[in-house]
């Protein structure tokens, strides 16, 4: 089975993490928005694509346990280096070294022995432009998260940067593609803007499955239902997703408060709506017991890669 998932920050690795001993052929194609922390500082100072997003990926699909663990340090205390991340570092200097970010995202993953491919949503930077409902903007990836206002629709610059070719040619020869759980305007859709990327997807002839956010996102999605969600996806890139996973059952009270106070609150599954979109609804128990033990909302990985492999056979 061949897979191409989408997506960035955290949802991303976890599904990749499921996928990679389940499927033959898996490619990962990741945002390049970022704009703060180690990523930020390194793109301000080295002029290189944030390579945050990338890292995490990689390490998701690493071979070589150890070297991963490596690339996933983070430096502490003062000092120029301090939260910069081991691995970033490492792909800001491999990218300098062969000549470009794709080059030196590749040579990182032959270092760590990644089963599979991680491509960058586009070749170079793209800078994050969020439009509010209100007329105004912003730029950059941090700036939509402190704004806290309701996005509209977002672009990103250079307009049309392309998507590497492998990103392209992946999609074309996949049997599923997956859209990742994650931040709808930061993460999941900047991920597909890169060019090329919408035509080969609005060709493309087999399942689209998106994995939908168990909870709104303060800031960006308040009072989403998930066909919301499909729509703002839909508004941006056209409709290109066939099927929706959806986590079904109890969350747990506690878990709810705890999130509750951060502003956000369980996505409406509003399944009449989604299927009047022509999407497919597959209603599954997703969440991570062990995370939710700990009040922390993550997909269980296995039961995830599961279910999208469960779509894709139905539809092979």
Do not use: W
């Not at 990962?28 to 990338?54: I, K, M, Y």
């Not at 070294?97 to 070749?123: D, M, N, T, Y």
């Not at 800031?219 to 929706?244: K, M």
């Not at 299927?275 to 997703?286: F, H, I, Q």
């Amino acid at each position: 089975m061949r897979v191409v998932a989408f997506g960035g920050g955290t949802g991303l690795p976890v599904l990749l993490g499921g996928l990679k001993d389940r499927v033959g052929d898996l490619t990962a194609v990741v945002t390049v928005a970022d704009d703060g922390g180690s990523s930020g500082r390194l793109r301000q100072e080295l002029g290189v694509a944030p390579p945050g997003d990338v890292r995490n990926c990689l390490i998701a699909l690493a071979g070589r346990k150890r070297l991963a663990e490596v690339f996933g340090y983070r430096f502490v205390g003062g000092g120029e280096l301090s939260d910069h991340s081991v691995g970033n570092i490492i792909i800001a200097a491999l990218s300098d070294i062969s000549g470009g970010f794709c080059e030196g995202v590749e040579q990182a993953g032959r270092f760590l022995r990644v089963k599979g491919r991680v491509f960058p949503a586009a070749a170079e930077s793209l800078t994050l432009v969020a439009h509010y409902a209100d007329g105004t903007i912003a730029r950059g990836e941090s700036a939509v998260h402190e704004a806290g206002k309701l996005v509209q629709k977002v672009t990103v610059e250079p307009e049309g940067s392309p998507a590497p070719v492998g990103v392209v040619e992946a999609v074309e020869g996949a049997d599923v593609v997956v859209l990742s759980s994650g931040s709808l305007f930061t993460s999941t859709i900047p991920s597909l803007l890169g060019g090329g990327v919408r035509e080969a997807l609005a060709s493309f002839s087999g399942p689209i499955v998106y994995v939908a956010n168990v909870m709104t996102q303060p800031g960006e999605t308040d009072g989403y239902a998930v066909s919301d969600h499909l729509r703002a996806i839909a508004e941006h890139v056209g409709p290109i997703v066939t099927d929706v996973l959806v986590h079904a059952g109890p969350l747990g009270a506690e878990l709810v408060e705890r999130y509750g106070a951060e502003g956000a609150a369980p996505v409406v599954v509003d399944g009449e709506r989604i299927r009047a979109m022509g999407v497919r609804v597959r209603e599954v128990d997703l969440i991570s017991r062990e995370a939710a033990a700990r009040l922390s909302l993550r997909h269980d990985a296995d039961r995830l890669a599961e279910e999208v492999r469960e779509v894709a056979l139905v539809r092979l």
